[in-house]
């Protein structure tokens, strides 16, 4: 049962390992696949688990699936976070790729591409994905010494 488990994990994070667009990922974008691959997991029943009708993360965390609050964006979608602002000059979007929902209150883990590092934020506006957003997830990889 837990080798099936981990098979499965493998499997959809080798998926999205390959849909996305990069060549080469930085490891805290691998990390956050996985992350993201047992978070979805989690958030339905499983065939012959303790309840047919509540998931495990409903079970033991008591977190339920709200698609308005945990389907808004992908894994690896390219977003502009809002930032707090006030009345200077400084940016108030930056530029991130969608990694998973955070826990309960309607909001994201993003990659940022400008630091490398994971931020977590409420509010943020989907984009399409322009060419240097994948150049700079490269440069990252690169930076991070990541192979493939």
């Avoid at 958030?43 to 998931?55: A, D, H, R, V, W």
Wanted: charged residues 20%.
């Amino acid at each position: 049962e837990v080798e099936r488990f981990n098979r499965t994990i493998k499997e959809r994070v080798r998926a999205n390992y390959n849909i996305l667009p990069f060549t080469h990922y930085p490891p805290v974008l691998v990390a956050e696949m996985v992350f993201a691959a047992v978070f979805w997991r989690n958030m339905f029943p499983l065939k012959g688990g303790i309840s047919q009708t509540q998931s495990p993360a409903e079970l033991i965390v008591n977190r339920s699936l709200d698609v308005h609050a945990h389907c808004k964006v992908g894994l690896g979608d390219y977003v502009q976070t809002h930032e707090e602002h006030d009345n200077t000059m400084d940016s108030r979007t930056i530029g991130a790729i969608a990694l998973r929902p955070a826990a309960g209150d309607n909001s994201y883990y993003f990659l940022n591409l400008a630091t490398g590092r994971r931020i977590h934020r409420r509010s943020f506006t989907p984009m399409p994905m322009p060419q240097g957003v994948i150049d700079q997830v490269h440069r990252l990889a690169r930076r991070a010494k990541a192979s493939r």
